[in-house]
């Protein structure tokens, strides 16, 4: 069965540093995600990705997160420089289509990258 | 106001017994999807179930069903003859129409007691 997969699945940075999650979505999938889960809390969206482009934000994907889609097969998440409070577990998501047809629009996660800011 | 709420912070139950998860949403889009997520403590999410606001019928998958009632706006996760392995955080979430983001509750965990 096909899987979101992520890497690396643990990552330990200093406070400042830059850091880059990577994701490799479901092949057939056209949509991307990236969500966070603080340790002990609920899981919060950040940012969708369509056609190369971002396509809905929330508050918390500001000016130091950053995503692409470097090539055919990847979709990274950048944090240009990291906070304690950036520490959590980050997920990636895939679907085949958008919010526009909820009934086939199962997000699929992957396993988690855990981010432990220093 | 909080979209999705799961009251139950944690449940135990004995094996082989059924476990009802109580989920309410709060939307006022008529086109939306709920779903089930399991989080086992490796920390992956792991899709179990989804309904979709329009669907007539209850949406089964295996052991899970989703016991949805909209007019209550519940859309409670029934697990038959639990298993050792179905200890886990359980995440209730929805998708409102033309939303990309999935919003999700606090999760309830559950201890399947052998």
């Known amino acids: 069965e096909p899987e979101v997969t992520q890497t690396p699945s643990h990552q330990v940075t200093q406070m400042g540093q830059e850091v880059i999650l990577r994701c490799v979505p479901i092949?057939?999938?056209?949509?991307f995600y990236w969500y966070r889960q603080i340790l002990g809390q609920k899981v919060e969206f950040l940012v969708s990705?369509?056609?190369?482009?971002?396509?809905?934000k929330s508050e918390i994907f500001d000016d130091q997160f950053s995503v692409e889609r470097p090539d055919g097969s990847n979709f990274t998440l950048k944090i240009r420089s990291t906070k304690l409070e950036d520490s959590a577990m980050y997920f990636c998501?895939?679907?085949?289509?958008?919010?526009?047809?909820?009934?086939?629009?199962?997000?699929?996660f992957g396993p988690g990258t855990r981010l432990t800011v220093l | 106001a909080q979209k999705i709420t799961q009251t139950q912070p944690g449940m135990f139950v004995q094996e082989k017994e059924a476990v009802t998860l109580d989920c309410t949403y709060d939307?006022?889009?008529?086109?939306?999807?709920l779903f089930w997520y399991k989080q086992p403590s490796s920390g992956e999410m792991i899709f179990l179930i989804y309904q979709g606001s329009y669907d007539q019928q209850n949406a089964t998958e295996g052991r899970y069903s989703l016991n949805f009632q909209k007019a209550r706006k519940s859309a409670n996760l029934v697990i038959s003859a639990s298993q050792l392995g179905d200890s886990a955080m359980y995440f209730c979430a929805m998708r409102e129409g033309g939303d990309d983001k999935i919003i999700f509750g606090k999760g309830t965990r559950l201890h399947i007691l052998p």
């Open positions: 092949s057939n999938h056209l949509y």
């Open positions: 998501a895939s679907s085949e289509s958008d919010g526009d047809r909820v009934e086939a629009d199962t997000q699929y």
């Open positions: 990705f369509y056609n190369n482009e971002i396509s809905e």
């Open positions: 939307t006022s889009d008529p086109s939306y999807g």
